[in-house]
């Protein structure tokens, strides 16, 4: 195992530390727990949103805490849920009074320990409720699920969740609005290497020299099949084709995108799948209103990336471009 | 059933750590390889919680305590399992001493509704309920045909060895194995075995 890392034992504590010491404008630590909340709670009283799960998908989630986005983001250990009393600290941290919405990807951990939270938290007669990503068209079941996994179209949830809360709507508003991008959004990745977990010291997966696996899941989970390398062109082909077949577009239609690097994946490269993207999309007469390229959910130092595409109404569209403001996300 | 509690857990804590290179080698097979590591580190820290509670006797209160350190140190599906097992148990066994059959019943009862209730789980689908459930109805057998409490967790615990035995014949479709479906057949559940193992170290402490 080659990183850069002092202890295995210490990295989500040494890694929180670092983000605070970056981006003290941005987020601060809850005493004692593995969460950063916003630095400055915000003016008026709001909905507050709360994500989290495993370490090692950096910026997700802490990157993305700040105005327009989330208010507190909860990290676990290297792929491992956060325990329900961190998630806890973190909705008592954030709770200004109009409820708590808990964005959680579809993992049976996740879910457990989360909604083991939402009771803890219920029982001091604070208002949560929770949203549930699963946007991961490769498998309909996995290693770490019952049913979809939930990956990189989670930060979409994030931010038109996150815009819609800071227009001061009511908790069951903000979550109707989660929902309908969870509804909305599909994804699918793929990876050329593996990688490893600090605390196990070796790759979770091995890949040979010129193999490629489709559908991989963001922990290594495996995904369809095996295949040699193809062009970038031939991959995102495939890709965007399992995505549209899960959600048919109609022409006109418009559509938000997300090329997700997983960690080991140049820019360059990603903008070369994102140029096929864009192709393929207005070859079938869709508008493309907003696209994101880049690190948004890793998978520690994976190399492959994954598609996210987003169908957008009016209301999602108009909460897509609203302004963000977080270490990982700043739009104007 | 009476007996000192603090060391009834600590039977309970050290058999699990005891087991915890089995338990990770079985969820090797057919999950994450995570599950003896977890459930060490849950009991380590349910024993490092107990520290200066010898003399506690209140079994409800520990029992609660157990729950909760689970809850919050063994993490991924099996804290939130294990750790509302114990929670649940722990309310009709609040402010008693010492337990009868009635008593164990209705925590065993509580205990499964729990696990049913948060991993959203049954029988038959590869998980610790294959060998909590038959422990529990063996237990509740034992207990109507007025059999001792110590009789009705023998009775229990067999079934629950018989239960981890089940698990080896059907494939999963709860929890991580699900992912594995046929290939999953042949291999034992860890879950279940985790829980065989807290009865099996709760009756040998009581045949002591």
Redesign the interface.
């Known amino acids: 195992m080659k990183k850069v890392i002092n202890v295995p034992e210490q990295v989500v504590e040494e890694m929180l530390q670092g983000m605070v010491s970056a981006h003290p404008q941005y987020v601060k630590r809850v005493d004692g727990f593995e969460v950063l909340v916003r630095a400055n709670k915000p003016e008026a009283a709001k909905v507050a949103l709360v994500s989290g799960g495993g370490s090692g998908h950096e910026p997700s989630h802490a990157g993305f805490v700040g105005r327009g986005m989330l208010d507190g983001a909860v990290a676990?250990?290297v792929f491992?849920?956060?325990?329900?009393?961190?998630v806890y600290e973190a909705v008592k941290a954030v709770d200004n009074g109009k409820g708590v919405l808990l964005i959680i990807k579809n993992y049976?951990?996740d879910v457990?320990?989360f909604?083991?939270a939402i009771e803890m938290a219920s029982a001091d007669g604070i208002t949560v409720d929770k949203v549930i990503v699963n946007d991961d068209v490769a498998?309909e079941?996995?290693?770490?699920t019952?049913g979809r996994r939930g990956i990189a179209g989670t930060v979409l949830v994030h931010k038109i969740a996150g815009a819609k809360a800071e227009t001061g709507a009511e908790l069951e508003e903000v979550k109707r609005v989660a929902d309908k991008v969870i509804h909305n959004v599909r994804s699918m990745g793929m990876a050329l290497d593996s990688c490893t977990v600090p605390a196990a010291g070796k790759p979770s997966f091995v890949l040979e020299d010129n193999e490629i696996e489709i559908g991989m899941g963001i922990h290594g989970?495996?995904g369809t099949h095996r295949e040699v390398l193809r062009s970038a062109d031939e991959i995102t082909d495939h890709l965007v084709d399992k995505i549209l077949a899960d959600m048919p577009l109609a022409a006109g239609e418009e559509v938000a995108v997300l090329v997700n690097g997983l960690g080991a994946t140049p820019l360059m490269e990603l903008y070369i799948v994102n140029r096929k993207v864009a192709a393929l999309l207005k070859e079938k007469g869709l508008h493309i209103a907003k696209t994101y390229i880049g690190n948004y959910m890793t998978s520690l130092e994976m190399a492959g990336f994954s598609i996210s595409i987003l169908k957008l109404d009016s209301e999602l569209k108009e909460l897509l471009l609203a302004p963000a403001d977080t270490p990982a996300l700043v739009q104007f | 059933m009476s007996g000192n509690l603090y060391e009834v857990i600590s039977a309970v804590g050290e058999m699990i750590i005891g087991n915890r290179q089995k338990l990770t080698d079985l969820d090797a097979a057919i999950g994450d390889g995570d599950h003896g590591i977890n459930m060490a580190r849950g009991f380590e820290a349910v024993k490092a919680k107990l520290q200066g509670m010898e003399m506690e006797s209140d079994i409800g209160k520990v029992l609660k305590i157990v729950g909760m350190t689970l809850i919050s140190s063994v993490g991924g599906a099996a804290g939130p399992l294990y750790g509302t097992a114990f929670l649940r148990a722990a309310a009709p066994s609040q402010g008693k001493t010492e337990l009868d059959t009635q008593t164990i019943g209705l925590m065993l009862e509580a205990a499964i509704a729990g696990i049913k209730e948060r991993g959203k789980a049954t029988t038959g689908e590869k998980t610790m309920l294959d060998a909590l459930v038959p422990a529990y109805e063996a237990f509740q057998d034992g207990a109507n045909t007025g059999k001792t409490v110590t009789a009705c967790l023998e009775l229990a615990y067999e079934a629950a060895q018989q239960g981890v035995e089940f698990t080896k014949t059907i494939i999963a479709t709860k929890g991580r194995a699900s992912y594995l479906g046929e290939r999953s057949r042949g291999h034992q559940d860890p879950g279940a075995t985790s829980s065989y193992i807290m009865l099996k170290a709760l009756v040998e402490y009581l045949r002591r």
């Open positions: 676990g250990a491992t849920s956060p325990t329900p009393d961190q049976s951990g457990m320990n909604e083991m498998v079941n996995s290693t770490w019952i989970e495996p």
